[in-house]
């Protein structure tokens, strides 16, 4: 805020409203360029600016949900190669703290890896019994 003419008290008062309402525009800034990067698939950016009280838990959360949503993308990503690219069955994500809907993906890409490890080892049991000569075995996925 300007205000002419002002001095003493009340510009120290009009200086220090400005001095926080630019204080709070920073921080506004900074959260939301995180949560812009966020919603844009980019996980490389933490909220830093410095603040206290519920924008400080703010940021914590923020901060918190990047690193989780940045675990759970390099374990599923870790899953995948292994097990549908290089053939390392048994494969089995681990992220630790998530819950909810992040649990729940987890869990699927889990089970879909576990489903994927035994279908192959039923097959490939199967097949070295054929390679044997016996013939008595089947596929049972």
């Given at each position: 805020?300007?205000?002419?003419?002002v001095a003493g008290t009340w510009?120290?008062?009009?200086?220090?409203?400005?001095?926080?309402?630019?204080?709070?525009t920073g921080q506004?800034?900074?959260?939301?360029?995180?949560?812009?990067?966020?919603?844009?698939?980019?996980?490389?950016?933490?909220?830093?600016?410095?603040?206290?009280?519920?924008?400080?838990?703010?940021?914590?959360?923020?901060?918190?949900?990047?690193?989780?949503?940045?675990?759970?993308?390099?374990?599923?990503?870790?899953?995948?190669?292994?097990?549908?690219?290089?053939?390392?069955?048994?494969?089995?994500?681990?992220?630790?703290?998530?819950?909810?809907?992040?649990?729940?993906?987890?869990?699927?890409?889990?089970?879909?890896?576990?489903?994927?490890?035994?279908?192959?080892?039923?097959?490939?049991?199967?097949?070295?019994?054929?390679?044997?000569?016996?013939?008595?075995?089947?596929?049972?996925?």
């Open positions: 805020a300007q205000v002419r003419g510009k120290d008062l009009t200086d220090n409203v400005n001095a926080m309402a630019a204080n709070l506004v800034r900074n959260i939301a360029e995180v949560t812009t990067a966020v919603a844009l698939g980019d996980l490389s950016k933490k909220i830093t600016v410095d603040v206290r009280g519920e924008i400080l838990e703010l940021k914590d959360t923020i901060n918190t949900m990047v690193d989780q949503l940045n675990s759970f993308a390099s374990e599923v990503t870790r899953v995948a190669r292994e097990v549908g690219t290089e053939g390392k069955l048994g494969g089995q994500a681990q992220v630790r703290g998530v819950a909810g809907t992040w649990k729940d993906l987890t869990d699927n890409v889990n089970s879909m890896a576990e489903n994927l490890t035994g279908q192959v080892r039923n097959i490939a049991e199967v097949t070295t019994a054929v390679a044997r000569g016996d013939l008595s075995k089947k596929i049972t996925v």
